[in-house]
């Protein structure tokens, strides 16, 4: 039987506090859609996609009602399109990046992930001719996203597609610059890309997946704080054991809610990524987490010690919850969906470099952070490969999600809306990497790869 006091609580946390299932993802396996015609691949893409997911929002809204928690978004991830696009050429893979974007019109979906490539240790004709359509792709679709996983620890850094990736994203930024460059939102460059993560931009459904499968994000980061300022000045290590309490509870409510989605839609259980997502709303921030710990303000010193902190009594907590977390699973920091980031990199508190440094012992990496639109694609490649390499050294996944504002400078805000919220426009180092970018190949894995 529930206490009253834990019903409350929950009730508590739903009201005032932000709590919410961020996304119910379902993971659609496209390889039975394979055809030697773009136009039949394109169409049973287009009929799997509608007949397997056609009850996924409807569901969502039964959930939502029944258990009284709001379920933010609702999404279809896909097996990475470079894998099943074959001969189609750049032209066919713009064609299945409208296909997809208007089965998630005809379904309602907020958006469909997938529009993909693993290249992390070189690049095939069909990976090739994707990454050099994602510009247009994304440019001409509305709830398409795009990733490209260019490391991995056991096989290194593929620089040469860390280099294609920063004229993507110049370009993307270029093609989309009448909308603040926001088709750069929509596309994140990783390393060590998890097969199960329902958040977008960077999820997609791998091929040791099944069929097809539910995957649930939660997102606390409101309790959390609330949590936090409740506990007033206490040790470090009752901190740590609050907070492992606060995502025990929060991680079992996505559970709930993947079971019974998993159940009604007659598709089996993956995960539930316990990451702690911001959004722009007051209250729903992990900077002000940090600053709930004593902090004067996300990016001072002790922000790297206090993240590391929080990710690590994240994930202990959750997986106490459920006996299948994964994802990415800890704490977000992306700079235009967190008010408390936002506030911190307007007043100068918090740097690139400071971001680079956190993403060392958190969840993703440098995420949603807007850049001058001059900032040249060479340097572009340069942060995304001290980024990567920081997942490649640590066996982690990191990610980065660079916008160059097109038009846009230094001290200049982007507005994106919505749950993208706004990006301060920050500096980059000037000193130019074009030679290093240059020498192309691949930065042999590390020797700790060696585990076999």
């Known amino acids: 039987m529930l206490e009253l006091s834990n019903i409350l609580e929950t009730i508590n946390m739903i009201r005032d506090e932000n709590l919410d299932i961020r996304t119910v993802t379902m993971g659609i396996s496209l390889f039975d859609c394979v055809s030697d ?39 279809i991830s896909v097996t990475p399109v470079s894998l099943i696009g074959g001969k189609t050429g750049r032209d066919g893979y713009v064609k299945i990046a409208k296909t997809l974007d208007r089965a998630a019109k005809t379904l309602g979906v907020n958006f469909v992930g997938g529009y993909s490539a693993l290249v992390q240790k070189g690049m095939t004709d069909g990976a090739r001719e994707l990454m050099t359509s994602i510009p247009q792709a994304l440019s001409e679709t509305d709830f398409v996203c795009s990733s490209v996983n260019v490391a991995s620890t056991k096989a290194g850094i593929n620089m040469d597609a860390v280099a294609m990736c920063g004229d ?42 099944p069929e097809a499968v539910i995957n649930v994000g939660v997102s606390g980061p409101g309790v959390v704080a609330a949590a936090v300022k409740r506990a007033g000045n206490c040790s470090f290590s009752e901190l740590a054991d609050l907070i492992k309490k606060t995502s025990f509870k929060i991680t079992r409510m996505g559970q709930l809610v993947a079971c019974e ?20 709303a007051v209250g729903d921030s992990v900077a002000h987490i940090l600053e709930s710990m004593g902090l004067e303000s996300a990016g001072a010193p002790g922000t790297t010690a206090a993240l590391a902190l929080l990710n690590d009594a994240v994930k202990k907590g959750g997986v106490m919850a459920s006996s299948f977390v994964g994802g990415l699973s800890g704490a977000f920091i992306p700079v235009s969906e967190d008010a408390g980031m936002i506030d911190a990199v307007t007043k100068g508190a918090l740097t690139i470099e400071k971001l680079e440094a956190m993403t060392a012992v958190c969840s993703v990496g440098l995420d949603m952070i ?11 490649c340069g942060v995304i490969a001290d980024e990567i390499s920081i997942g490649v050294a640590n066996t982690k996944t990191t990610a980065v999600r660079l916008i160059p504002a097109y038009g846009k400078k230094v001290g200049d805000t982007v507005e994106f809306g919505g749950l993208l919220g ?26 700790h790869s060696l585990k076999n």
């Open 261 to 280: 989605a998993s159940k009604r839609l007659d598709v089996p259980f993956g995960i539930v990524d316990l990451s702690l997502a911001p959004t722009p």
């Open 422 to 447: 706004r990006a301060p426009v920050i500096p980059v180092n000037g000193y130019g990497c074009a030679d290093f970018i240059a020498r192309g190949g691949r930065i042999p894995a590390p020797i």
């Open 37 to 75: 015609d773009p136009g039949l691949l394109c169409e049973n893409i287009y009929e799997k996609l509608c007949r397997r997911a056609e009850r996924l929002v409807p569901v969502a809204g039964e959930i939502e009602k029944l258990y009284g928690i709001p379920v933010i978004n609702k999404r």
């Open 370 to 380: 807007a850049i001058p639109g001059d900032t040249p694609s060479s340097t572009i």
């Open 168 to 209: 993507v994203i110049k370009e993307t930024a270029r093609l989309t610059a009448d909308r603040g460059s926001i088709g750069c939102a929509k596309f994140v460059v990783f390393a060590n890309a998890p097969e199960d993560n329902p958040f977008m931009a960077g999820a997609f459904h791998g091929s040791g997946e």
